[in-house]
């Protein structure tokens, strides 16, 4: 039987983006052969963050250069004028609302979300444009996902959702109360990670799964069920790599930051090192 894996990106803002491009160069420095085997997994699932990563890996560009980007003192990235505190604060009281399905919850995130005075949207769609080596959607099996605001439904986009991709990322990344939501095809999206930084659902067809997580394994979740709970239940076998005290402490306290990235991408290559031996052996190799 053929075996289908995915490789999982999670959300966690710019320190994540950065986090992960380490973590995957540290993995393929120290067991090239694993670096190989997750950049050519069947399936490449991005959530916010992830999504940005998730996209990059299925372009051309080395694994190398992507890191190097991270490193450099000049980006195309702003900062939000927001902290992650401030944003968990706009929409606390939706997610507490008792009596609500999680769909209606988000709905009403997604409304505080819209309502928010943000940089304009086009500002925010061309940061993204700079993030992508390659603005058209692979051959390959690329998913990112992304929130309906007006439905609080998960959407997947893919290459055949007839989406550009720099929409389907913007949308994945639109952080509600940091950035603006994104209008594709007369609907708006907002960050997929809103309701799950991973999303498992979105690789249900998959027999395996490693995932890079931009937080620690007991992160606070307002929805009851944690990513490590999440990860937990996915049907086929897994493997989770949670962003360690080391990387936790290089994040600062506002993975938005543009200031975040560099200290980020060290972390995230030196714990892959640390974990390439551990990846390879759940990978079979």
């Not at 983006?17 to 993995?27: M, S, Y």
């Not at 992830?50 to 299925?58: D, E, F, K, M, P």
């Not at 988000?106 to 444009?129: F, P, Q, S």
């Not at 080391?246 to 980020?264: M, V």
Request: glycine share 10%.
């Amino acid at each position: 039987m053929t075996t289908r894996r995915a490789l999982v990106l999670a959300g966690g803002g710019l320190a994540g983006i950065a986090w992960e491009t380490g973590v995957l160069l540290g993995i393929a420095e120290n067991v090239p052969a694993a670096g190989r085997a997750l950049l050519a997994s069947d399936v490449l699932l991005g959530t916010s963050a992830g999504s940005t990563v998730a996209a990059q890996l299925s372009s051309d560009l080395p694994l190398e250069e992507l890191f190097a980007r991270q490193l450099s003192e000049t980006s195309h990235e702003i900062h939000p004028g927001v902290s992650v505190d401030g944003i968990t604060e706009l929409f606390l009281d939706a997610v507490m609302t008792p009596g609500t399905t999680k769909e209606q919850k988000l709905t009403k995130i997604g409304a505080v979300a819209a309502a928010t005075d943000t940089v304009d949207e086009g500002v925010r769609r061309e940061v993204i444009a700079h993030r992508l080596p390659s603005h058209d959607w692979p051959s390959r099996d690329l998913r990112v996902t992304g929130i309906d605001i007006a439905t609080g439904e998960l959407v997947v986009f893919d290459r055949a959702s007839g989406v550009d991709l720099v929409d389907a990322v913007a949308a994945s990344c639109a952080v509600p109360g940091a950035w603006p939501t994104v209008s594709i095809a007369g609907r708006r999206y907002m960050d997929g990670g809103v309701g799950s930084s991973v999303n498992m659902s979105a690789v249900s067809d998959c027999d395996t799964a490693v995932v890079l997580v931009p937080s620690a394994p007991d992160a606070p979740s307002p929805w009851g069920t944690g990513t490590a709970d999440e990860i937990a239940a996915f049907a086929g076998a897994t493997l989770a790599v949670f962003a360690d005290a080391g990387a936790l402490e290089a994040f600062g306290p506002n993975p938005l930051d543009p200031a975040c990235r560099a200290p980020s991408a060290q972390a995230g290559r030196a714990q892959g090192r640390r974990e390439a031996a551990r990846i390879a052996q759940f990978l079979g190799l």
